[in-house]
């Protein structure tokens, strides 16, 4: 067997940057070195997350989140960086495409910082009285947003760089995935019982991995943010300045991916634990969350509504492009999520995002009907 690759060999090869030869060495590598595939999966995936909020085709809603982007893995080029562990056989099956759903992993991590800077899905929470506010997510709310509001806010004059005081970076943890042999090892090492899917049909092989805990935290520009909001025509709300007090901390907590193939299909799971997030005291999050859905193009009177209605200290507003047919809100088991389905090369393949308690799922799959992978998705347990 050949040495293994490190992760900017890894990426090169994602991103078509390799030649011929070298592509065509790497790709028999990865089918005989399942650590490489693993480490190839978080690079890989990502690059998913981030292309369905972050790039230009569907939901490229605000123009700093792919500088949040490349702050959160400033070595990952633009098409997305961070880490899961989708198998690269997968990822051969299901392709990279602009409406793919995103890895809550690091997706929670840029959608803290978005919402600070009031660009984008805002997980903000309940007034603080406390020296520090601490939360974690448990719902989800879906928020369509127009076309029109979406080219909006790429066409702000705006230097999204200016945005933090501190860029995000990771302060604690581990970037690592590993390989597991089965679940169970899996639930050792993340703290948690893994749920499994029922299988459309039985499968012939199975990988498991493990991504680590890490921390992240940033600093907000609350001048910068002030100068965005006023870019973006909502005057209607003033920042406080105690949003830009101190640096803002997400705890991710360990996760697990379970890939499946089997006759016909391939599929694959990825759960954990929603981040812990530490806001700064004295900030009103309610205020912020009308704010951010302002910036979503909710008019006044809609945004007052919502906001007033949502726990903000438990629930994660997710905006989606409501123009794109190949995504719809759909419901798992009694919780809201989103699925992205289409074809590619003639074959079909399906994303769904949604949330139980403190627990997130992601499931892809390729080869099954849209009716066969929603019924996948319920038996979820």
């Known amino acids: 067997m050949t040495r293994c690759y490190d992760d900017g060999a890894l990426r090169a090869g994602l991103d078509g940057e390799l030649p011929a030869e070298a592509l065509r060495a790497q790709h028999e590598h990865l089918a005989a ?42 070595e990952r080029p633009a098409s997305g960086g961070g880490r899961s562990s989708h198998p690269q056989s997968l990822q051969r099956s299901i392709p990279m495409t602009s409406t793919r759903v995103w890895r809550p992993w690091m997706g929670w991590a840029a959608a803290l910082a978005v919402v600070i800077a009031l660009l984008a899905f805002p997980p903000v929470r309940a007034i603080a009285d406390q020296l520090l506010n601490v939360f974690r997510i448990q719902n989800v ?6 076309g029109e509001r979406i080219e909006q806010l790429q066409q702000l004059n705006f230097d999204e760089q200016t945005l933090f005081i501190a860029p995000p970076k990771q302060t604690g943890g581990s970037s690592e ?15 948690f019982t893994p749920a499994q899917p029922v299988l459309p049909r039985p499968s012939s092989s199975a990988e498991f991995a493990v991504t680590d805990r890490a921390t992240f935290e940033f600093q907000v520009n609350v001048e910068s943010a002030r100068e965005l909001l006023r870019l973006a025509g909502v005057n209607d709300v003033t920042l406080p300045d105690a949003l830009g007090a101190a640096p803002i901390v997400a705890e991710m907590s360990p996760a697990v991916s379970a890939r499946y193939v089997g006759d016909g299909y391939e599929a694959m799971l990825v759960q954990g634990v929603s981040p812990q997030v530490t806001l700064p005291d004295g900030v009103e999050m309610q205020q912020l969350g009308y704010a951010a859905l302002r910036m979503l193009g909710m008019e006044p009177r809609q945004a007052a509504t919502l906001a007033a209605q949502i ?48 627990r997130f799922y992601v499931l892809s799959g390729s080869g099954l009907t849209v009716e066969t992978f929603l019924t996948m998705a319920e038996s979820v347990r």
Not at 177 to 191: F, P, Q
Not at 312 to 325: C, E, G, H, K, Y
Not at 343 to 348: A, F, L, M, T, V
Request: aromatic share 6%; hydrophobic share 45%.
């Open 33 to 74: 070195c399942p650590e490489c595939r693993a480490r190839r999966a978080a690079l890989k995936s990502l690059a998913d997350q981030a292309s369905l909020l972050l790039n230009a085709a569907p939901p490229d809603v605000p123009v700093a989140l792919a500088a949040l982007r490349q702050h959160l893995d400033h």
């Open 141 to 146: 709310v879906f928020v369509p947003v127009t």
């Open 177 to 191: 995935v590993r390989a597991v042999a089965s679940l169970s090892e899996a639930a050792a090492l993340v703290g």
């Open 311 to 358: 726990d903000w200290r438990t629930t994660l507003v997710f905006p989606f492009p409501a123009d794109i047919n190949s995504l719809r809100q759909v419901t798992v088991g009694g919780s809201p999520g989103l699925l992205v389905s289409g074809e590619h090369d003639g074959e079909r393949y399906q994303s769904l995002y949604w949330q139980r308690g403190e």
